[in-house]
């Protein structure tokens, strides 16, 4: 007796979570529930992820409600930092010890950690303008800034992504395009890392060069309205669909849908294409896109809002809608007869599918424009070409790989904008006395929160917990309109301006283009600032001076095997080394071939023959 009064309880959990255990390792059954006390005290231990076992366990379980994916995705915070976090980026060396960094001298950048990190060098560059590459000198140390002055420039903090809705769940709802089924059109990523551009080396730099290796599409960029095209050819039915709220708008084109049912060389397909209007001199032009002016953007409205052929414009003239005055610019093929969706198809494929079903030269319906591009010649050659043809608003750039994911966004797309045009919500309006719907809108452009002390006072908002800046009000708008809604408007250009109050931002001419019903948010303070920079001086100056023969600076990682992928891979003699340690720029251009490495397309890599860095012929 006195034996068993010395067993302790853990001695039973002990040998009871032994068998336990031994039992999941065998796959034999075992109670999820805990049957006695014994069960009670082991389920804690043997469970990976333990559920607490409490009497009132059923009580709790109703206590927490349902939480959806979208619900939680909306309520993290943009972003949050831990309490006294200390710096992580320093900038060290000369240049802060001296306030100088003289010629012939890096600019040294120290990240407090102890692996490089490849990222952080190229998106930092990436982030900075070009002419400082070749000064700009990494160092990664966990110690941390030991040596001479530093100033911290970085701290660490966690800022949200910007969030695609998981694409699995999307396709459980819509798993497949179907035809006469509208689905979510897709286009370049939006947001914080939004994909537009209005200089050709920043998309260059900042997201071609990526892509390059995988070849690009570069295709003119249409100031219409995008549809997507539903034909069943046998049964003489055809669904032509608005972007917004998924209108048929079928009936307004009967001429274009007869020639497309005449022509098309195909039964059953959807295409996606953006609609525009040229002028009524050109109804019988056959190729309006090169000889005529398409209309304003303004005045094409109509074709997806009206309810009748005959339309009132904004100035109480009348407008007929005559579809003999528009052009489909095609520019992608979604399905195709028995093979179905061809959304998981690459881009290349799509289009050259496209090209086998659409004849040329129809007066209705054409297929974009559009170049090649395998390497920087002619990725900035076709780029300059196509935005500055009769009509583009610049050009819209696919890798060729990319497929049409059903999330609507994808990052495998980008656009090179000529207009300045941003997209802000709208604060206040102001109704025009004496009319019955017509006002002057008071806009504004979306702010980090945390940087509010910054702005003039007098121009701040705050809207559903979120920070704004009025950048200024409309010209008188007909139209219904309400506080919050999102509406793109068109400017010569915007400035930012210091008072004494602090910053705020103007524009210049602002034009009403249409409400985005597509849309959600206003553009963020980074392309307000881009466009700051654009100025007011055109894209098109900028075009004619593109720097074909741009140098590039060696890369200044070639010989760290930490952080360069090569440099262990690779071999160089001596005199080769010394050679390149005597060189500080190369005459070579941009990188034609794809190299695993982000730093490759921004200098010149040792490591890799002449010709990867030749222009093409």
Known sequence: MEKEELVSLEDFVNAHVFIHLAMIQRGLDHPDEPEDELDKHAMWIVEEYPKPFHPALSELKEAKPEVTLKEFLEILPTTFQVEENPPHIYLVGRIVNEGVSPVGHDIDILVKQKYPDLRIIANFLRAIPKKYWGKIQFTFDPLGASIGHCIPIYRLAFNRMEIEYPSHLEEMKEKRIELFKPFRQLKAQSGLKKYEFWDSREAWDRWASLHIGNTLFIQKKYDGFRFQVHVDKTKRKVAIITEDKH??????????????????????????????????????????????????????????????????????????????????????????????????????????????????????????????????????????????IKNSEGVMIKDAKSVYKLTGRTKDWCKIKNEKEVDVIVVDMHKVKGTKNTYNLICAFRIPCNKRDEFNLDTLVEMNGKCYSIIGRTYNIKGDFKVGDIVEIRTIRIDRVETKKGVKYTWMFPKFIRKRTDKKEADPLEIIDRLVKVGSGYIKERIETSELNEKLFICPYWYNKSICVLARRIYLPRPLIEEIQRKELEELKGLRFPVKCLLASMYRCPYLKDYYYEEGK
């Open 247 to 388: 209108r048929d708008r079928s009936k307004f084109f009967p001429n274009a849908i007869e020639e497309l049912l005449k022509n098309l060389k195909a039964d059953k397909v959807i295409l996606d294409v953006e609609m525009v209007e040229y002028e009524e001199k050109c109804r019988d032009v056959i190729d309006k896109e090169d000889l005529c002016n398409q209309v304003p953007r303004e005045d094409m409205v109509y074709w997806i809002t009206a309810e009748d052929k005959r339309v009132e414009r904004v100035d109480g003239s009348i407008k007929i809608l005559d579809d003999r005055n528009v052009v489909f610019h095609v520019h992608d093929l979604l399905y195709l007869d028995e093979e179905g969706s061809l959304q998981d198809l690459p881009y290349e494929e799509r289009w050259e599918l496209l090209n086998q079903v659409l004849p040329k030269k129809l007066k209705y319906w054409r297929i974009v424009k559009s170049k090649k591009a395998t390497n920087l010649r002619e990725y900035l050659n076709a780029v300059r070409e196509l935005r500055s």
